[in-house]
T-cell receptor
Framework: DSGVTQTPKHLITATGQRVTLRCSPR?????VYWYQQSLDQGLQFLIQ???????AKGNILERFSAQQFPDLHSELNLSSLELGDSALYFC??????????????FGEGSRLTVL | GESVGLHLPTLSVQEGDNSIINCAYS??????FIWYKQESGKGPQFIID?????DKRQGQRVTVLLNKTVKHLSLQIAATQPGDSAVYFC??????????????FGQGTILTVHP
C-alpha cells in the first residue's frame, strides 16, 4: 500500500460527460502528480501541484483541469469526454517538488471508460 | 488515424536466473533516471534511481547501469523471483527542470518469471 488513495477505482461514462477523479496523497506529502496511462500512449505526465499551486504541466488537454486543496487532496476534472480519454489515471505524491529524491508514490489508479 | 496499442518488449526467465532489462532514452539533457515496477492492477512502484554523474548504483538485488555515451540504461535483477513478474519502466527527468516528478516514461518491458 503506497498510502495514496484514489477514488473512484472504476468509472464508466458517456461521451460528452464530465467526471472528477479524486486523490488523497500520503500523509505529509506536499506534491501531487497526475499521470495518464493508455494502451497507445503509455504513461504520460499530466500536471503537478505543490502545496496548492501548479508546479509543472505536461501534455494535459484543455478539457482537463486539476486543483489541489488546502488539505492537500487533489482533483482531476475531465470534461467533454471523448472515447480516446478512456485510460487509467494515476495520482502520485512525493514530499518535495524540486530536486531531490524523485521517488513518487503512486495510487492504484482510476480506470475511466468512455462509451 | 487508427491507434494501435504499444507492443511491449518481453523477457521471460526462470526463477533464480539474473534478469537484465534495457532502456534507451532519447533526451541527452536528462540527468536523473528512475526504474519503476508495475504489477497487474497496481500503480507503478519505485525501484531505484540514478543521477547522471554516476554510472552504476546498487540496491537490494537490483543494479542500475547508466551509459550516457549511448543513452542507455539497464536494470539488473539478481536471483529473479516469481514476485518480480511485472512491467518495468524506465523514466527520465530533464536537467534544469523544476520538478523531479515530471517524468518521461519509457514504453515498458514485461518480465515473466517461471517457477
Amino acid at each position: 500500500d503506497s498510502g495514496v488513495t484514489q477514488t473512484p477505482k472504476h468509472l464508466i461514462t458517456a461521451t460528452g460527460q464530465r467526471v472528477t477523479l479524486r486523490c488523497s496523497p500520503r500523509s505529509g506529502d506536499l506534491s501531487v502528480y497526475w499521470y495518464q496511462q493508455s494502451l497507445d500512449q503509455g504513461l504520460q505526465f499530466l500536471i503537478q501541484y505543490y502545496n496548492g499551486e501548479e508546479r509543472a504541466k505536461g501534455n494535459i488537454l484543455e478539457r482537463f483541469s486539476a486543483q489541489q486543496f488546502p488539505d492537500l487532496h487533489s482533483e482531476l476534472n475531465l470534461s467533454s469526454l471523448e472515447l480516446g480519454d478512456s485510460a487509467l489515471y494515476f495520482c502520485a505524491s512525493s514530499v518535495i517538488a524540486g530536486y531531490g529524491n524523485g521517488e513518487l508514490f503512486f495510487g492504484e489508479g482510476s480506470r475511466l471508460t468512455v462509451l | 488515424g487508427e491507434s494501435v496499442g504499444l507492443h511491449l518488449p518481453t523477457l521471460s526467465v526462470q526463477e533464480g536466473d539474473n534478469s537484465i532489462i534495457n532502456c534507451a532514452y532519447s533526451n541527452s539533457a536528462s540527468d536523473y533516471f528512475i526504474w519503476y515496477k508495475q504489477e497487474s492492477g497496481k500503480g507503478p512502484q519505485f525501484i531505484i534511481d540514478i543521477r547522471s554523474n554516476m554510472d552504476k548504483r546498487q540496491g537490494q538485488r537490483v543494479t542500475v547501469l547508466l551509459n550516457k555515451t549511448v543513452k542507455h540504461l539497464s536494470l539488473q535483477i539478481a536471483a529473479t523471483q516469481p514476485g518480480d513478474s511485472a512491467v518495468y519502466f524506465c523514466a527520465e527527468n530533464m536537467a534544469g527542470g523544476t520538478s523531479y516528478g515530471k517524468l518521461t516514461f519509457g514504453q515498458g518491458t514485461i518480465l515473466t518469471v517461471h517457477p
